[in-house]
T-cell receptor
Framework: QQQVKQSPQSLIVQKGGISIINCAYE??????FPWYQQFPGKGPALLIA?????SEKKEGRFTISFNKSAKQFSLHIMDSQPGDSATYFC????????????FGAGTTVTVRA | GAVVSQHPSRVICKSGTSVKIECRSL??????MFWYRQFPKQSLMLMAT?????????EQGVEKDKFLINHASLTLSTLTVTSAHPEDSSFYIC??????????FGQGTRLTVV
């Protein structure tokens, strides 16, 4: 049973456009919500992360929006570039679960030039 | 950020043999490391949690005798796939926690069993 549900499975966006990926969770004990970027044949790399006491966090072209009451969070990639083409995973973890990461299913983003 | 090095990046082995994969935290001490398995176009599946100086904790459905984990020091954890079979072919990834919440991932190991 996947604790973090992620959508869409894939998306295609034009260069300069906005990519939006959504995630939802049920476990209210989650206290840390990272997003990872993975290129083919490579391990995931941390992109940006947020804690539930913050509603938004921005780092460069990447923004996380967090809605605690709805138990949802999303990643926005502004001004998408071809180099952003990768698979993105949302995740969540809690101190009470030994900080094990629960991953979403992943979203493959393709940025067309 | 902290660096986690995984070796080898690719390995091909014959069916019935064993393969060892190393995961090293290069610039920090990792009390906890995690091992994942990833099938093509799928998410990461946690296999086990490796704690320095103690036995690994395996997730439900993961054969501990098939996937041996040793966390001998604060910078090294190893995963040994014993008596490998073609169905064990997969992408194996480790991660290490520096003590806080942030996890740092290795570059992954592509195992092919022929």
């Amino acid at each position: 049973q996947q604790q973090v549900k992620q959508s869409p499975q894939s998306l295609i966006v034009q260069k300069g456009g906005i990519s939006i990926i959504n995630c939802a969770y049920e476990n209210t004990a989650f206290d840390y919500f990272p997003w990872y970027q993975q290129f083919p044949g490579k391990g995931p790399a941390l992109l940006i992360a947020i804690r539930p006491d913050v509603s938004e966090k921005k780092e460069g072209r990447f923004t996380i929006s967090f809605n605690k009451s709805a138990k949802q969070f999303s990643l926005h990639i502004m001004d998408s570039q071809p180099g952003d083409s990768a698979t993105y995973f949302c995740a969540a973890k809690s101190r009470s679960n030994d900080y094990k990461l629960s991953f979403g299913a992943g979203t493959t983003v393709t940025v067309r030039a | 950020g902290a660096v986690v090095s995984q070796h080898p990046s690719r390995v091909i082995c014959k069916s019935g043999t064993s393969v060892k994969i190393e995961c090293r935290s290069l610039d920090f001490q990792a009390t906890t490391m995690f091992w994942y398995r990833q099938f093509p176009k799928q998410s990461l599946m946690l296999m086990a949690t490796s704690n320095e100086g103690s036995k690994a904790t395996y997730e439900q459905g993961v054969e501990k005798d098939k996937f041996l984990i040793n966390h001998a020091s604060l910078t090294l954890s190893t995963l040994t796939v014993t008596s490998a079979h073609p169905e064990d072919s997969s992408f194996y990834i480790c991660s290490a926690n520096q003590g806080g919440t942030e996890a740092f991932f290795g570059q992954g190991t592509r195992l092919t069993v022929v």
